[in-house]
């Protein structure tokens, strides 16, 4: 199995940026696509953004596509979530999965997750 670790900060005002880190451990974490998924108070699980395990090929929710960019560096075995121009509606709990059909929006496609992270935009 795959275990996924979070970091990066989760405040900021609307407008500003943030960025986190999904560290992965197992033998076959380059294998996988690794998604970003949020969930907000209330909410289902909204898909955010994947990456597959090239990187080369990468799929964003039309909530975000122009301000959140994902990437992974294979050899640290990390994928990135870069928050750009974020508002008050981006503000929920952001967990990276692995995901088991590329990079699907899909959210009960993905396998294995992180702790979670809250992210809180205030305007």
């Known amino acids: 199995q795959v275990h996924l670790v979070e970091a990066g900060r989760g405040s900021v005002q609307a407008g500003g940026s943030l960025r986190h880190s999904c560290t992965g451990s197992?033998?076959?974490?380059?294998?996988?696509?690794i998604g970003w998924i949020r969930q907000a108070p209330g909410k289902a699980r909204e898909f955010v953004s994947a990456?597959?395990?090239?990187?080369?090929?990468?799929n964003y929710a039309n909530s975000v596509k122009g301000r959140f960019t994902i990437s992974r560096d294979n050899a640290k075995t990390i994928v990135y979530l870069q928050m750009n121009g974020l508002n008050p509606e981006d503000t929920a709990v952001y967990y990276c999965?692995?995901?088991?059909?590329?990079?699907?929006?899909?959210?009960?496609?993905?396998?294995?997750w992180g702790q979670g992270t809250q992210v809180t935009v205030s305007s």
């Open positions: 999965a692995t995901s088991t059909l590329g990079v699907t929006q899909d959210v009960v496609r993905y396998a294995y």
């Open positions: 197992g033998v076959f974490f380059t294998t996988y696509g």
């Open positions: 990456i597959d395990w090239t990187g080369g090929v990468t």
